[in-house]
């Protein structure tokens, strides 16, 4: 069964850094594209970042040059570096995989921009 397995969330102060990490499990094959989606309390899911099998990138404005998605193919790992965190950045985290197969979703990892 396929799963995908999300960490790296937490609380951190304004101005600090996170690096969340999405795995896949249960064998997912030729992946076209991982996003990297958030949702905040009363707020519409929104993209934040996402990247393509041949390695293109997108950035949702707000996201653009803070953050950096990228990924290891070989230990199946998706991941999002955040810096510079600001109060509106928190949120819920979830990444998505999309392939031939299907599209799925993790669990969703807390982050939390506060003083």
């Known amino acids: 069964q396929v799963q995908l397995v999300e960490s790296g969330g937490g609380l951190v102060q304004p101005g600090g850094s996170l690096r969340l990490s999405c795995t896949a499990s249960?064998?997912?094959?030729?992946?076209?594209?991982m996003g990297w989606y958030r949702q905040a309390p009363g707020k519409q899911r929104e993209l934040v970042a996402s990247i393509t099998s041949g390695g293109s990138t997108l950035y949702a404005d707000s996201a653009k040059g803070r953050f950096t998605i990228f990924r290891d193919n070989a230990k199946n790992t998706g991941f999002l570096q955040m810096n510079s965190l600001k109060p509106e950045d928190t949120a819920v985290y979830y990444c998505q995989l999309g392939a031939p197969s299907g599209t799925y979703w993790g669990q969703g990892t807390q982050v939390i921009v506060s003083s």
């Open positions: 249960g064998g997912i094959f030729n992946i076209y594209v």
